[in-house]
């Protein structure tokens, strides 16, 4: 059974950093963690949930949704079976519930072809 764990969500004025990340566990995705693709997502309140950036699996290539870019990395250290997304120079509208998914072999961000899902860690910026 696969579970994904957020965790570094909290509080941040406008302008400062916060780093989240993203555990797996369960023995076959622990063991083949690098064949997963891995993303975050969020959902603000009264908003769909929207892909924010991803990492392929064995970390080929990363993506970001255009409002982070610049801002936000993403990166995975395949030894330790996590992803974390280094949020950088925060604003107000990144205030939402950020998830983390994986798909094993995945290609695409789209949320409804990621196959796990985490419980998600909450990010507030405030201004």
């Known amino acids: 059974q696969v579970q994904l764990a957020e965790s570094g969500g909290g509080l941040v004025q406008t302008g400062g950093s916060l780093r989240l990340s993203c555990a797996g566990s369960?023995?076959?995705?622990?063991?083949?963690?690098?064949?997963?693709?891995m993303g975050w997502f969020r959902q603000a309140p009264g908003k769909g949930r929207e892909f924010v950036a991803g990492?392929?699996?064995?970390?080929?290539?990363?993506s970001y949704a255009d409002s982070v870019k610049g801002r936000f990395t993403i990166s995975r250290d395949n030894a330790k079976s996590t992803v974390y997304l280094q949020m950088n120079n925060q604003k107000p509208e990144d205030t939402a519930l950020y998830y983390c998914?994986?798909?094993?072999?995945?290609?695409?961000?789209?949320?409804?072809?990621?196959?796990?899902w985490g419980k998600g860690t909450l990010v507030t910026v405030s201004s």
């Open positions: 369960g023995h076959f995705f622990s063991t083949y963690f690098s064949t997963y693709s």
């Open positions: 990492i392929t699996y064995r970390g080929g290539t990363t």
């Open positions: 998914a994986a798909d094993q072999y995945g290609t695409t961000w789209a949320t409804d072809g990621m196959k796990y």
